[in-house]
């Protein structure tokens, strides 16, 4: 394969709502135990890894990150194909460096560097 989706978030208005409703509806454990209260789904080692959150900044959304080698170069191609950085690469402060990118229909896609063995 080549680059794999390796995160998911879904974004929302009132995010303790919306990660009590995921935690009842498919019984996954989420902590937001953090100073963002981001709610980090637990997948207990399947699937992939994923965030539900609130945010006053940002529309409903649902979006997954790719790990790439080069998160520049993928957001360079991502214009030539008629793409449009969201979020240049930056530094998530106690968290990974992500970057973002809407594609030409205005789906936002995240990108995060591969995870070291």
């Known amino acids: 394969m080549g680059a794999p989706v390796v995160h998911f978030e879904v974004v929302g208005k ?12 498919f019984g996954w454990k989420i902590d937001a135990n953090n100073s963002m209260n981001y709610g980090m ?5 399947q699937g992939i890894n994923g965030g539900v959150y609130g945010s006053d900044t940002e529309q409903p959304a649902t ?3 790719v790990a790439v080698p080069d998160m520049q170069a993928t957001l360079d191609k991502a214009v030539s194909l008629g793409g449009k950085v969201l979020m240049p690469p930056t530094h998530v402060p106690d968290g990974p460096q992500i ?3 809407a594609d030409p229909e205005g789906n936002t896609i995240g990108l995060v560097p591969p995870m070291q063995p």
């Open 99 to 101: 970057a973002m990118f």
């Open 14 to 25: 009132d995010g303790k709502k919306l990660q009590d409703f995921y935690a009842k509806l």
């Open 63 to 65: 979006r997954f990150y």
């Open 41 to 45: 789904v637990d997948n207990a080692g």
